[in-house]
């Protein structure tokens, strides 16, 4: 301290300025003792007062980064801020969300369209979020997510952070290897996971091997849109392996997508049978399957007509995938899982759970080894097997359990160790940059976590160009990390600072995670999303993102009953009414309430909920919302607004008459 107060008063050799700084120096000392007496007290050693450095984001002060992380069996998105880990939003996705009335009045027909086999469907388990991307990197414009328990595919619209769209795959009733993206977010994938006939048809488990099949599909986004376009999608037919992970290549691997798989053994279970549970007979071999897809020639296939069309939609069938050449398989050490393309998509790294390498995969010698066109051998149905040897870079000892690896933008790759619980931080051979040690594929160090971690997210780690800095460890179990909430635990979700290179790679924040299951995340800079503050004008239709011309406006608010027996209520939303507060309608209208938030202020939300007939919606400023109900039950029902929006807020109700016959 008293090195820079002399060179202050070298500066600014004024006596008034000396006396002030020495008072603040003086201020600054009894500030540094405070903390030196809390940490005693609290118990803190100085990397506690680093972390909390690192991460304490005072008010009004903006995180650097968004984590948009899957809400697993809650069915949500989960927004977070880094590295304050602070929860910022959840999105509603796969299940009703009272608070933005999802699914009670806001986003039904959305919801309804991902029902399978047109059952209600109210929950999903959101699995694996990909935030669109234009030549590898994230652009902030969209977010998709899976439902593994039935197979869907979710759009979110990052202009509002709403879902706009859930597709059912016609084919298979759960994915695993989605949601991914190719490199300008021409194609989703969506990779099946538990092999059914298609269509989840009948058919006894005894005709597995011919009846049973896996799949990837790539859905075609419409960015202009915002939407997926079915009529333009189309899926691969596979063996019935469970098909688990994808990736989509990128830069030199641009065009190719990988599968990793599990379960080549075809094992049917049975326990009760006196047969080998799942666990043992789907790992009894060696090697299961990673598969090479080149979708770009795929998708010419696709579009010279000769997909067949298998429930109302067009497969490439295995024959025709073998006669062009489409699907190529390399063998993958025990029970792998994961596959990740490196930023320059050179190398595709596997992890295998029962054994303690990653395996990296050379793109290079996968074309090498396509062109030469000579396999090791083919599989069961006839698909070729690229030789192991020929197209493998390395093996890198990581440690007991590797799951997932994400990218820095430095030269290495990070991977969870499941079984260790613990990170491990490895070279990426010497082709990454001068940072890194000489060509190699070497273990650098290793963090422990707590406990269980699944997937990891670094800062862009999945992009071509990974940001470094942060990475998340979701964490499947909690344990003695925070109070105990009765038997059912917390996830932990912890930040660690990779900022640094070689061996320091402290945890710097614990974030429990009461809510669902998170199972990945991804992480983009936050001056790439540049979501709307208000909506862009008033009347403004969420689903469309565009004017709602039957919105109702200021002064046009009425009742109005139409000769089909129908009623169309128009309704205006601001500080602190509705207009009109008396709603008349008869036992047996249907109504049509559509409602306008008025408003033009930031953060000027009303609320909608009516008793009884299980309504509930969130009205931004400038949305129209319309909510849609017969009016099957008379009686006298106070509605009301439900944010607390001003000091008037309670007054903010009206009345719902419903006359009886
Ligand atoms: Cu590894 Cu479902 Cu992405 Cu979990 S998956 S860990
Ligand atoms: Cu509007 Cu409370």
């Known amino acids: 301290m008293s090195g820079r107060k002399r060179i202050w008063n070298?500066?600014?050799?004024v006596f008034a300025v000396s006396i002030a700084c020495a008072a603040s120096s003086a201020a600054h000392a009894q500030s540094m003792r405070d903390v030196e007496a809390i940490a005693k007290e609290r118990g803190l050693t100085t990397q506690d007062l680093v972390a909390a450095a690192k991460t304490y984001t005072p008010s009004g002060q903006h995180d650097d980064y968004v984590m948009f992380a899957s809400g697993g069996h809650a069915g949500q998105v989960f927004a977070v801020g880094l590295p304050s880990m602070r929860l910022l939003r959840s999105i509603a996705v796969f299940t009703p969300e009272s608070w933005q009335g999802w699914g009670f009045g806001v986003g039904n027909e959305i919801l309804e369209a991902g029902f399978p086999k047109g059952k209600p469907n109210l929950w999903g388990d959101a699995h694996h979020p990909a935030l669109s991307e234009t030549n590898g990197d994230y652009d902030g414009q969209f977010l998709f997510i899976n439902d593994k328990i039935n197979a869907r595919v979710a759009v979110i619209d990052l202009r509002d952070w709403e879902t706009k769209q859930i597709v059912k795959n016609p084919l298979t009733v759960s994915d695993h290897g989605g949601t991914f993206v190719t490199p300008n977010t021409d194609y989703i994938i969506e990779g099946g996971q538990y092999s059914v006939p298609f269509g989840s048809e009948y058919a006894p488990i005894s005709q597995y091997k011919e009846k049973y099949r896996g799949s990837v599909t790539l859905w075609k986004f419409d960015r202009k849109k915002g939407r997926i376009d079915k009529s333009k999608s189309f899926a691969l037919e596979l063996p019935p392996y469970w098909q688990d992970l994808a990736d989509a290549g990128k830069l030199v691997s641009d065009g190719y997508m990988f599968l990793n798989s599990l379960n080549t053994e075809m094992a049917t279970g049975g326990i009760e049978e006196k047969n080998p549970p799942f666990e043992a007979g789907a790992s009894r071999n060696a090697t299961?399957?990673?598969?090479?897809?080149?979708?770009?020639?795929?998708v010419k296939v696709y579009e010279a007509g000769k997909a067949e069309m298998i429930e109302g939609f067009p497969v490439i069938t295995l024959k025709t995938s073998i006669d062009e050449g489409l699907i190529y398989l390399t063998p993958e050490p025990r029970s792998?899982?994961?596959?990740?393309?490196?930023?320059?998509?050179?190398?595709?790294?596997?992890?295998g759970k029962l054994d303690p390498h990653v395996t990296v995969y050379s793109f290079d010698k996968i074309k090498k080894a396509i062109a030469s066109g000579s396999y090791s051998g083919k599989d069961d149905f006839g698909l070729p097997i690229l030789d192991f040897d020929s197209v493998v870079e390395a093996q890198v000892e990581v440690g007991l359990g590797p799951l997932h690896t994400q990218f820095g933008p430095d030269g290495y790759a990070y991977t969870s160790l499941?079984?260790?619980?613990?990170?491990a931080r490895w070279t990426l051979g010497g082709s990454y940059g001068s940072s890194t040690p000489e060509p190699d594929w070497t273990l650098v160090q290793k963090t422990p976590v707590h406990y269980n971690v699944g997937h990891i997210s670094a800062a862009e780690g999945d992009t071509v160009s990974p940001d470094g800095k942060y990475l998340v460890?979701?964490?499947?179990?909690?344990?003695?990390?925070?109070?105990?909430?009765?038997?059912?635990?917390?996830q932990n979700l912890q930040l660690l600072d990779i900022s640094h290179q070689g061996t320091n790679m402290p945890v710097i924040y614990d974030m429990p995670m009461g809510v669902g299951e998170p199972h990945y995340a991804q992480i983009i800079k936050a001056d790439k999303l540049n979501p709307w503050k208000i909506y862009p004008e008033v009347g403004w239709d969420t689903v469309e993102q565009n004017i709602d011309p039957m919105a109702p406006k200021s002064k046009m608010e009425r009742v109005q009953r139409n000769d089909d027996g129908t009623v169309d209520v128009y309704m205006t939303a601001i500080r602190s009414h509705f207009n009109p507060e008396h709603v008349k309608v008869k036992q047996g209208d249907h109504v049509r309430w559509h409602i306008t938030n008025i408003e033009r202020a930031f953060d000027a939300t009303h609320g909608f909920a009516v008793p009884v007939y299980n309504i509930t919606a969130s009205l931004e400023a400038g949305e129209t919302e319309t909510i849609e109900f017969d009016a099957d039950i008379p009686g006298t029902f106070p509605f009301y607004c439900s944010e607390f929006c001003s000091a008037l807020h309670l007054e903010m109700m009206g009345y719902l008459l419903v006359e009886p016959e």
């Open 473 to 490: 460890s979701l964490n499947k179990w909690s344990v003695d990390r925070f109070l105990t909430t009765g038997p059912l635990l917390p």
């Open 418 to 423: 499941f079984l260790d619980s613990a990170i």
């Open 10 to 13: 070298r500066v600014r050799p």
């Open 288 to 298: 299961d399957f990673l598969h090479i897809i080149n979708w770009k020639k795929a």
């Open 336 to 351: 792998p899982h994961g596959v990740d393309v490196t930023p320059k998509g050179d190398f595709m790294v596997v992890s």
